[in-house]
């Protein structure tokens, strides 16, 4: 059994003392560590989402980062990355960095995401955000693997290349988190793995 641990970037652990945390997990044989994504949240909070009001979320690629410099085998995961409130050329070049720097160790879990006032501040459009982050999902494999066009619904790009590639030929395991049967079909079609929460 693989044990992995949730929550290296909230909370408590949105501060210089996660790595300590995740340098212990590693040494007592943990799989993987997980952050989650918020940019924002909503001041009335649904009645599900009980955090405390300053509940802290670092971004999680940043605190990967962090963490890969804290670190040498442990499994580092985003769980998940709000896909529609990123750009997929930008978020491309920031997953193969991380990769990069982290040795191969990167999984990435995404999600399309579901709070209305989050969605607003980011200037994404809740209306077609399945679409749009399946898209996004294909010109990030398309930039991994040197694909120099792409010319999608939602996204194109002409004659670029982006470097570095991540470590894996093709890129980081994908994984879609989601609770609806939508998601579940999203994560089968479109993912290796499906991100399963609470």
């Known amino acids: 059994m693989r044990l992995g641990f949730f929550g290296a970037n909230v909370g408590p652990m949105a501060t210089p003392e996660a790595g300590d945390v995740c340098a212990y997990a590693e040494e007592l044989g943990y799989h993987s560590m997980w952050t989650g994504e918020h940019m924002v949240l909503p001041v009335n909070r649904p009645d599900y989402l009980r955090i405390p009001a300053d509940w ?5 690629l940043v605190m990967l980062g962090f963490l890969a410099a804290r670190t040498s085998r442990i499994e580092l995961c985003t769980g998940v990355l709000l896909l529609p409130q990123r750009h997929p050329v930008h978020l491309a070049k920031e997953l193969a ?8 160790r990167l999984r990435v879990g995404v999600g399309v995401g ?4 989050e969605m607003d501040a980011m200037d994404a459009v809740p209306e077609g955000r399945q679409a749009r982050a399946i898209e996004s999902l294909a010109v990030m494999r398309a930039l991994w693997v040197r694909e120099v066009d792409f010319r999608g619904e939602h996204y194109s790009y ?9 470590v894996r030929a093709g890129g980081p395991p994908i994984v879609m988190g989601g609770w609806t049967k939508a998601a579940l079909r999203r994560a089968a079609h ?3 793995g499906w991100y399963g929460f609470g």
Do not use: R, S, W
């Not at 579901?114 to 006032?117: G, K, W």
């Not at 002409?158 to 991540?166: C, K, R």
């Open 56 to 60: 802290a979320f670092a971004d999680p």
């Open 97 to 104: 960095t991380l990769d990069v720097l982290c040795g191969g």
């Open 114 to 117: 579901h709070l209305e006032a």
């Open 158 to 166: 002409t004659g670029v290349d982006a470097y570095p590639l991540p």
């Open 190 to 192: 479109h993912a290796q």
